[in-house]
């Protein structure tokens, strides 16, 4: 049994506000292995993405890390300096955003942005840093990249400026990237192409992955296990096509059912009743009881999390779970 690339346990981050502290990530725990792709998935506001920023010490005032731990091969990153998150940042640990302009710069050439990418972690010749940036883009198949690399993020296509975003996050091999909804704004052909693509280019590698979406059909295709997760926690994770074939959470059950290739064909999708709650007013116990079928007078007490084998979950009235 090797130990995970990336250990998170107990992790809180919250956020100061006009209203009291809002408590984004409320003690999330889990592990992710050598070249292992961990699906994180759940509505929009649950945590996700300041999941991933807390891992890399992006998280800047008034949001704070305020409890657990982030340990990548056993090392901590909560509390480290900024310089060596710096270090780690982009080399060890890299982050593909939604928007790929968060990490290209409109008036700098593709070319002159890999080259003080990969300068900013290693020392190589002009020549060097050409030849890598090349192979870099050929590997998420941008045509022609010699010729490419003059050119500057505005003349490529949406799709084609995410895949240059990726292939700066994969210029220094790094061993876990975070991708945070990479591929929700662009068309769905595009989506799969890339989701297909960054899946090779992951496997080929052993880089470790955690893609972040709010869309269970991506995750899906993509993740060896997910984490689903609600209002801060994750409340079930497992092995994917253990957790879509049969689910323990109420949550996971209501959003495979507003799945439209799940359900039948002709049947309504059926939609989760209610809405997410606001972070800063969390009604006691399970936060998803307000809206849960199977809701009962306990769930106003706060659910344990059980293990159970490859599977974990936080609910009282599990599904199935007698079986
Ligand atoms: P997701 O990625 O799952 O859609 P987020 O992680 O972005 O959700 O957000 C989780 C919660 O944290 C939301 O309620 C959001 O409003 C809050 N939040 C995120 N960033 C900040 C911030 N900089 N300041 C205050 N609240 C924030
Ligand atoms: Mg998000």
Same mark, same amino acid.
């Given at each position: 049994m090797t130990a995970p690339l990336l250990e998170v346990s107990g992790l809180e981050t919250q956020f100061a506000t006009r209203n009291g502290v809002?408590? %984004? &990530?409320?003690g999330v725990s889990f592990a992710v292995r050598r070249g292992e792709i961990l699906g994180l998935v759940g509505e929009s506001g649950s945590g996700k993405s300041v999941t991933g920023f807390s891992l890399i010490g992006l998280i800047d005032p008034p949001g704070r890390i305020a409890a657990g731990s982030v340990k990548l091969e056993g090392r =901590?990153? &909560?509390? /480290?300096a900024p310089q060596e998150l710096r270090a780690i940042r982009g080399r060890r640990i890299s982050m593909v955003f939604q928007d790929p302009s968060t990490t290209l710069? #409109? &008036? /700098?050439t593709v070319g002159v942005q890999m080259r003080l990418a990969l300068e900013a972690h290693a020392r190589l010749s002009r020549r060097e840093a050409q030849a890598r940036a090349i192979a870099a883009l050929e590997r998420v198949r941008i045509p022609d990249p010699a010729r490419r690399? =003059?050119?500057? #993020?505005?003349?490529?296509?949406g799709g084609m400026r995410q895949r240059i975003a990726i292939a700066i996050a994969l210029l220094h091999h790094p061993d876990l990237v975070i991708a945070d909804e990479? !591929? !929700?704004? /662009?068309?769905v052909s595009i989506q799969a192409q890339i989701l297909t693509e960054m899946k090779a280019l992951a496997r080929e590698r052993g880089t470790a992955l955690i893609w972040i979406s709010h869309d269970l059909a991506t995750i899906s295709s993509i993740a060896d296990r997910i984490a689903v997760m609600y209002a801060g926690r994750i409340v079930e994770s497992g092995p994917t096509a253990a957790v879509l074939r049969d689910p323990r959470h109420p949550y996971t059950r209501g959003l495979l059912d507003s799945l439209p290739a799940m359900a039948p064909a002709g049947t309504e999708l059926a939609a989760i009743p209610g809405t997410t709650p606001a972070l800063d007013h969390l009604p006691p116990g399970c936060p998803f009881a307000p809206r849960c079928?199977? %809701?009962? #007078?306990?769930? &106003?007490e706060d659910p344990p999390e059980v293990i159970a084998g490859a599977r974990g979950y936080r609910c009282h009235f599990p599904l199935g779970a007698a079986a």
């Open positions: 809002l408590k %984004a &990530v409320n =901590e990153l &909560v509390g /480290l710069n #409109p &008036v /700098l690399l =003059e050119a500057y #993020p505005h003349q490529f296509s990479p !591929t !929700t704004a /662009l068309d079928f199977a %809701a009962q #007078p306990r769930c &106003v």
